[in-house]
């Protein structure tokens, strides 16, 4: 079945891309794109979740500034990514989870629900998880975990509030390649201490010689095809264990 964009709860607000599963869902995941919106790669994630089961949706973060946007890789897009980027709030975030997350729970079967985050989208897959209360938070190079400075971390960054994360039972399974330029190994290192003192229940991944994007097969510069597909079985096992 393809996807459709819709809104969410509130006429006039959120809009995200849905994919259904053919048959009943078995649990929802809630995509959470990078700063190039929900283009061409992300709707294809969605497609494969569904295809797996599972309902996708994935939502317009960027809707106050700019609907339904897509962006490609170029660097005059990527530019224009960083300016709606940087237009975004850290409570305007946190409620647009929210609003994610209340369609995916009634639309999941009774099944659970995840988050799945690629960079930017990492960033609020984990501020997400220290607001609400999912399953699991899959996690491809997320930004900002220890770190402010942006509109959309606001004061203190996730991490530091890790504790909620373990207090809302959300699962982090997080990735990372040891040549991230915006990730790089001590944070993410520093990351995985944190989450092991904040007792919340985890796996990050390191893939040796992996850039920012690995993932990402639109991305030739950067991505790591071996790399990705270990990555992807490890979200695919995740969601059959905790949704």
Not at 168 to 194: K, T
Request: glycine share 12%; with cysteine; aromatic share 8%.
């Amino acid at each position: 079945m393809t996807g459709q964009w819709q809104e969410l709860n509130t006429p006039g607000g959120i809009e995200a891309y849905v994919q259904r599963p053919a048959g009943e869902p078995r649990g929802a995941v809630v995509v959470c794109s990078e700063l190039y919106g929900v283009n061409e790669y992300v709707r294809g994630i969605c497609a494969e979740l569904a295809g797996l089961g599972y309902l996708a949706i994935a939502p317009d973060y960027y809707w106050r500034d700019a609907r339904r946007t897509e962006l490609g890789y170029s660097a005059e897009e990527r530019d224009t990514g960083m300016v709606l980027m940087r237009a975004l709030g850290r409570d305007q975030l946190v409620a647009d989870a929210g609003e994610a997350l209340a369609f995916a729970r009634a639309e999941a079967g009774g099944h659970g629900v995840a988050f799945l985050g690629l960079s930017m989208g990492g960033h609020i897959a984990v501020r997400a998880a220290t607001e609400l209360r999912f399953e699991l938070a899959a996690v491809f190079y997320p930004g900002w975990l220890l770190n402010s400075g942006m509109p959309l971390v606001g004061p203190v960054p996730p991490l530091e509030t890790a504790e909620r994360i373990a207090g809302n039972g959300v699962f982090v399974l997080g990735f990372c390649g040891d040549l991230d330029h915006i990730l790089p190994p001590a944070e993410w290192q520093a990351a995985e201490q944190r989450l092991t003192e904040a007792k919340v229940a985890h796996e990050l991944v390191t893939y040796p010689g992996a850039r920012h994007g690995f993932a990402c097969a639109d991305r030739p510069a950067d991505h790591d095809p071996a790399s990705a597909e270990d990555a992807w079985q490890r979200v695919r096992r995740a969601l059959a264990e905790h949704l």
